[in-house]
């Protein structure tokens, strides 16, 4: 009886802990804008209403940098905290304004997305669900748009949320709206008061379908990772790479008196540069004749070489790693540049993307005045083996 009565109650604590942790901490969607003079503002806000009328999912509302730095803001968007391109791949779900330029997004969240060649190459938005809005003068090429806004995200494997005829029930008919079957827009030169109130209800409506979608895919994540570990199920580092479309190159041979790797108390110690097909990749000084956008590339590159040396001290099996350690970032920079840390995202990022738990790493990041045959980058690496 003691022995059935045992049993009953490991079963029941057991399944209290997996519901418990099925019910993970809530879903974060971020509300990500452009807006100058407050339309598009106004709209966000009403979508973060609508994300956060969903049980257990929290609103953030940021704006991408300007391009121009004199440009005169509303005084309520200026308030705003500026989200940087790396932190997307953070949120549960995603939620874009901007207004209609040309019957296209404005230039400076364009801008803001050609900084994301490190994300679309570690998949670090796939899957993620997305919604676009818009604040448009007299509404011409809303539509489009928004249409242009999905080619972006579909590049990047979201999952995109649209309107449908949501709100449609309830909408004002005797004047113009900005409804499409796409995303929430406001005819911010239209007569009355903009965005309207039937603009506003259908934003919040878009907002809480986007919290609908994020919180559903989030918990499906949840479930699965429960499975995951109460199966106790080995992550297969090859298949990561190969489901991630990440191919290693050779590693690169010592060209002194040195060795590519040493172990010393299972610790395996790298160097390597941005070394590409015998060449060295965007050579050069980060901040004067190498952009940013050369020196995220570069600095994958580098971890894609540090890894592949870090294959041959496994023996070839990368499933030996217990753990990423240390990694640091040497960067060839003016002397007045300081966005080294951004730059080091992208040998994080992948880190992260091949060992999963075991790639959280401690990280330095430091500017130097030169770095051996012109790299732009240098990474130091510290892994633990089995």
């Not at 709206?177 to 008061?193: D, E, H, I, W």
Request: proline share 4%; aromatic share 6%.
């Amino acid at each position: 009886m003691k022995k059935q009565l045992l049993v009953l109650l490991i079963a029941i604590f057991i399944g209290f802990s997996v519901n418990a942790q099925t019910k993970s901490s809530e879903t974060n969607v971020l509300v990500l804008i452009y807006s100058q003079n407050g339309g598009t503002y106004k709209m966000a806000k009403a979508i973060a209403d609508g994300i956060q009328e969903y049980p257990n999912t929290k609103a953030t509302l940021k704006r991408v940098p300007s391009i121009n730095s004199k440009e005169k803001l509303n005084a309520d968007v200026e308030k705003l905290p500026v989200a940087t391109i790396e932190e997307l791949a953070n949120y549960d779900g995603i939620a874009f304004g901007s207004p209609v330029h040309f019957a296209n997004i404005s230039a400076d969240m364009n801008y803001f997305f050609s900084q994301s060649i490190p994300l679309w190459t570690s998949r670090a938005l796939e899957g993620k669900p997305a919604t676009v809005f818009m604040s448009a003068g007299s509404g011409v090429g809303k539509e489009a748009a928004i249409l242009s806004f999905w080619n972006i995200l579909a590049s990047h494997g979201m999952v995109i949320v649209p309107t449908g005829i949501m709100g449609t029930a309830t909408l004002d008919k005797t004047v113009p709206q900005g409804n499409t079957p796409f995303g929430a827009t406001s005819l911010a030169g239209s007569t009355g008061t903009r965005p309207s109130q039937s603009e506003l209800n259908l934003a919040k409506e878009q907002g809480k379908a986007l919290a609908r979608v994020a919180s559903g895919l989030k918990n499906t994540e949840n479930i699965k990772s429960v499975k995951t570990a109460s199966a106790e199920t080995k992550i297969d580092i090859n298949k990561t790479l190969k489901d991630n479309n990440i191919v290693l190159p050779e590693a690169p041979k010592p060209v002194g008196n040195y060795v590519p790797f040493t172990i010393s108390d299972h610790k395996v110690y790298i160097n390597q540069v941005a070394l590409k097909d015998g060449k060295i990749l965007n050579p050069g000084k980060v901040g004067a004749t190498v952009t940013e956008d050369q020196a995220k590339e570069a600095t994958y590159q580098t971890m894609l070489n540090v890894i592949a040396v870090l294959k041959e001290a496994c023996g070839g099996d990368l499933n030996k790693v217990k753990q990423c350690v240390q990694l640091t970032g040497y960067f060839n920079t003016t002397p007045e540049y300081t966005q080294h840390a951004a730059i080091m995202n992208s040998a994080s990022n992948l880190t992260a993307l091949v060992f999963g738990e075991k790639g959280k790493h401690a990280r330095a990041t430091i500017g130097a005045v030169s770095l051996p045959i012109n790299s732009a980058v240098e990474i130091q690496a510290i892994f633990e083996i089995e």
